[in-house]
């Protein structure tokens, strides 16, 4: 009962940690490609847009290569920790992030830039309030990435390595529950799992949507 | 105004949350942390955590992660300097590692069988055959339309041991109708023999373990050489525990860690899941890895 709370608590803090660092470079981001459009920004988005899907594994393998002892960023020594999995888990949401934010930032974009401007503000006014404005987008696409970030795991495997009281998140938990036949096992971690990630939504659309 | 508040306060319990993670992780990186990568069946039968729980009783400052993987992934991620110590079960990846440099110091530290599992009814009547006929007859079998095989089909150990029985069969099953390749652990893919009535090889431990869920199967062959799975363990080239990996490496040895494997498993399953290298001279064993380790699968 201990470790799974540990587990379920090292989760939501690996994946945490993962959104609030993505969040850093994706708020502007999408911000940006919304309130400029130029041809780059499209081709940017299309990119962004693409990237959404691409496979887990694929993305921990890539970083593994780098990360690894004989990889370029060998020397930091980060292979095997859950900062490891932050960093991974936060590349990977980064797209998503930007794609969701762009898309409901670019619906509410005329209303209110034209409402700010008519009021006299400045344009860095204005891109403020856009973003005040869809302080709920945010959080909901924000959400989105959290909820990839946690649910995900070909990174955590990768990177992590499964490392019991370590790097062991919920997805590698139930994983490794399959590889030793216990399916039972892996349906309850499952069931918990869904319950946490639907009471973390729930709260959090709560506090952001008020 | 609240909202903020909140916010902020979720802001500050993962940053909370996250150096703890921190301070763990340097409270982690003060003692010596040793990287083992290892084979998935070792690991999930438990044994590799209750050997590391007796090690440690010993060596307290020295912390055991273990990273669980398929032997051919386990030896090529030490081939990047990513684990300071291997555990493995594949004789013939484990020579061409040592060929190239990468592992040395082997020592054979537990050993069990491989097992040839089959529908009840057994279709291609393989009960009791050797190893490589019974491979022949379930062909036959197969292309009969009678029988079905499911291999692991991911370089593991296990894997890499059926396709040396394939060859020294002289067939090869690959892209036939009746062989699938499962691409999956040794429990899913034992489930899926389960399912399809199919044969399949799987190590002793894993198709003990998970019995109870395998109505359809059971063992029809199994004790041969050729079926003999040898669990060993490396030291890598480069890496800069190898003094600690070392104390592991021997405590493997020791009477106390031969003494748990021995008795691994023997409460839960009636058999143990693993067998002691006391219960064999080491002479023998050697020359079976020999052997094994001369098997091709090319």
């Given at each position: 009962?201990?470790?799974?709370?540990?587990?379920?608590?090292?989760?939501?803090?690996?994946?945490?940690?993962?959104?609030?660092?993505?969040?850093?470079?994706?708020?502007?981001?999408?911000?940006?490609?919304?309130?400029?459009?130029?041809?780059?920004?499209?081709?940017?988005?299309?990119?962004?847009?693409?990237?959404?899907?691409?496979?887990?594994?694929?993305?921990?393998?890539?970083?593994?290569?780098?990360?690894?002892?004989?990889?370029?960023?060998?020397?930091?020594?980060?292979?095997?920790?859950?900062?490891?999995?932050?960093?991974?888990?936060?590349?990977?949401?980064?797209?998503?992030?930007?794609?969701?934010?762009?898309?409901?930032?670019?619906?509410?974009?005329?209303?209110?830039?034209?409402?700010?401007?008519?009021?006299?503000?400045?344009?860095?006014?204005?891109?403020?309030?856009?973003?005040?404005?869809?302080?709920?987008?945010?959080?909901?696409?924000?959400?989105?990435?959290?909820?990839?970030?946690?649910?995900?795991?070909?990174?955590?495997?990768?990177?992590?390595?499964?490392?019991?009281?370590?790097?062991?998140?919920?997805?590698?938990?139930?994983?490794?529950?399959?590889?030793?036949?216990?399916?039972?096992?892996?349906?309850?971690?499952?069931?918990?799992?869904?319950?946490?990630?639907?009471?973390?939504?729930?709260?959090?659309?709560?506090?952001?949507?008020? | 105004?609240?909202?903020?508040?909140?916010?902020?306060?979720?802001?500050?319990?993962?940053?909370?949350?996250?150096?703890?993670?921190?301070?763990?992780?340097?409270?982690?990186?003060?003692?010596?942390?040793?990287?083992?990568?290892?084979?998935?069946?070792?690991?999930?039968?438990?044994?590799?955590?209750?050997?590391?729980?007796?090690?440690?009783?010993?060596?307290?400052?020295?912390?055991?992660?273990?990273?669980?993987?398929?032997?051919?992934?386990?030896?090529?991620?030490?081939?990047?300097?990513?684990?300071?110590?291997?555990?493995?079960?594949?004789?013939?990846?484990?020579?061409?590692?040592?060929?190239?440099?990468?592992?040395?110091?082997?020592?054979?530290?537990?050993?069990?069988?491989?097992?040839i599992v089959g529908p009840k009814d057994d279709p291609a009547h393989i009960a009791?055959l050797?190893?490589?006929e019974a491979f022949k007859r379930i062909f036959e079998a197969g292309e009969k339309g009678k029988a079905l095989f499911v291999s692991?089909?991911?370089?593991?150990?296990?894997?890499?041991?059926?396709?040396?029985?394939?060859?020294?069969a002289?067939l090869?099953p690959?892209?036939r109708k009746w062989y699938i390749?499962?691409?999956?652990?040794?429990?899913?893919?034992?489930?899926?023999a389960n399912e399809k009535k199919a044969y399949t090889?799987?190590?002793?431990?894993?198709?003990?373990?998970?019995?109870?869920?395998?109505?359809e199967l059971k063992?029809l062959a199994?004790?041969?050489?050729?079926?003999?799975?040898?669990?060993?363990?490396?030291?890598?080239?480069?890496?800069?525990?190898?003094?600690?990996?070392?104390?592991?490496?021997?405590?493997?040895?020791?009477?106390?860690?031969?003494?748990?494997?021995?008795?691994?498993?023997?409460?839960?399953?009636?058999?143990?899941?693993?067998?002691?290298?006391?219960?064999?001279?080491?002479?023998?064993?050697?020359?079976?890895?020999?052997?094994?380790?001369?098997?091709?699968?090319?």
């Open positions: 009962m201990n470790e799974l709370v540990s587990i379920v608590l090292r989760s939501i803090t690996v994946s945490g940690l993962a959104t609030l660092l993505a969040s850093l470079w994706s708020i502007p981001l999408a911000l940006v490609l919304t309130v400029f459009k130029t041809r780059l920004s499209r081709v940017l988005l299309d990119i962004f847009n693409s990237l959404v899907s691409i496979p887990t594994v694929v993305l921990g393998l890539c970083l593994y290569m780098i990360l690894s002892r004989s990889g370029p960023l060998g020397f930091l020594e980060l292979l095997y920790t859950p900062l490891a999995i932050s960093i991974g888990q936060a590349l990977l949401i980064t797209p998503l992030i930007v794609s969701v934010l762009s898309n409901s930032l670019s619906r509410i974009k005329e209303n209110v830039l034209e409402t700010a401007f008519a009021l006299g503000a400045t344009s860095s006014q204005a891109y403020f309030a856009l973003l005040h404005e869809g302080l709920p987008l945010l959080v909901r696409s924000i959400l989105i990435g959290f909820n990839r970030a946690i649910g995900e795991l070909g990174v955590a495997l990768m990177l992590g390595g499964n490392i019991r009281g370590y790097t062991r998140v919920m997805t590698t938990a139930i994983a490794l529950e399959v590889v030793k036949g216990n399916f039972e096992q892996a349906l309850n971690l499952g069931a918990v799992f869904i319950v946490v990630i639907v009471l973390l939504t729930i709260m959090i659309r709560a506090i952001g949507e008020k | 105004m609240s909202r903020k508040i909140l916010v902020l306060a979720a802001v500050v319990i993962v940053a909370i949350l996250a150096t703890y993670m921190f301070y763990k992780y340097f409270y982690l990186s003060r003692k010596t942390v040793v990287i083992v990568s290892t084979t998935t069946s070792l690991y999930a039968t438990g044994l590799l955590d209750a050997l590391a729980e007796k090690f440690q009783e010993k060596h307290s400052n020295i912390v055991l992660n273990f990273v669980a993987v398929g032997s051919g992934e386990a030896l090529k991620r030490a081939e990047k300097g990513d684990a300071d110590l291997v555990l493995v079960h594949a004789p013939n990846l484990e020579k061409k590692y040592i060929e190239k440099g990468v592992i040395f110091n082997r020592t054979i530290f537990a050993y069990n069988f491989f097992v009791g050797d190893p490589v692991r089909g991911d370089l593991s150990g296990t894997h890499v041991r059926e396709l040396i029985i394939w060859k020294k002289g090869d690959h892209g390749e499962s691409g999956t652990g040794m429990s899913e893919t034992l489930m899926i090889l799987s190590d002793i431990g894993t198709f003990l373990k998970f019995q109870k869920q395998l109505k063992i199994s004790g041969d050489t050729i079926l003999f799975n040898i669990y060993s363990a490396y030291l890598v080239k480069g890496s800069s525990k190898l003094k600690e990996a070392s104390l592991f490496i021997e405590f493997l040895k020791s009477s106390k860690a031969q003494k748990l494997i021995a008795n691994y498993g023997v409460k839960d399953y009636g058999i143990p899941l693993f067998y002691p290298i006391s219960s064999k001279p080491l002479s023998y064993l050697e020359k079976a890895w020999e052997l094994l380790a001369e098997g091709s699968y090319e």
